[in-house]
């Protein structure tokens, strides 16, 4: 696990499904791991890095030792899949209490705007080794 970034999401939220998805298509070295916040994991890395195992509303990356939350873990996030994603970086040129305001709107209104499933996605066997238990 120390060897890939590992993505934390809720695992019940279509929309978080949604971005699991289009990342995995996008990483084409295979360099990301996933958790579900809500799964063994997940919940592990929440305590290890001393952030709320009950509050699940945001997305969270663990890379080289430290974990991202919010906007910040997209702004580390996307330029690891290479490419024209490098780009995203340039979001942090807005101050991060703007775009975590825009980060919390959405995180509040997921379930409304896209739905929730009643339990965690199962992945396809082709990217079933990279879901961590």
């Known amino acids: 696990m120390q060897d890939h970034p590992v993505i934390l999401f809720d695992g ?5 499904n949604t971005a699991i998805n289009f990342i995995i298509k996008n990483d084409k070295k295979r360099i990301f791991r ?9 919940q592990q890395l929440l305590q290890q890095h001393n952030l709320s195992t009950t509050n ?12 991202y ?18 780009l995203m970086k340039g979001l942090a040129i ?3 209490f703007v775009r975590d305001f825009v980060y919390d709107v959405i995180a509040r209104n997921r379930y409304r705007w896209w739905g929730k499933k ?7 066997p082709e990217v079933r080794s990279l879901f961590l238990p």
């Open 12 to 16: 019940v939220c279509n929309f978080c």
């Open 34 to 42: 996933y958790a579900a916040l809500q799964s063994e994991t997940g």
């Open 56 to 67: 699940l509303d945001s997305f969270i990356l663990v890379h080289e030792g430290k974990a």
């Open 69 to 86: 939350k919010k906007t910040e873990a997209a702004i580390v996030l996307y330029p690891l899949l290479g490419g024209g994603w490098k």
């Open 94 to 96: 807005f101050p991060r």
């Open 118 to 124: 009643e339990a965690c996605m199962i992945p396809t």
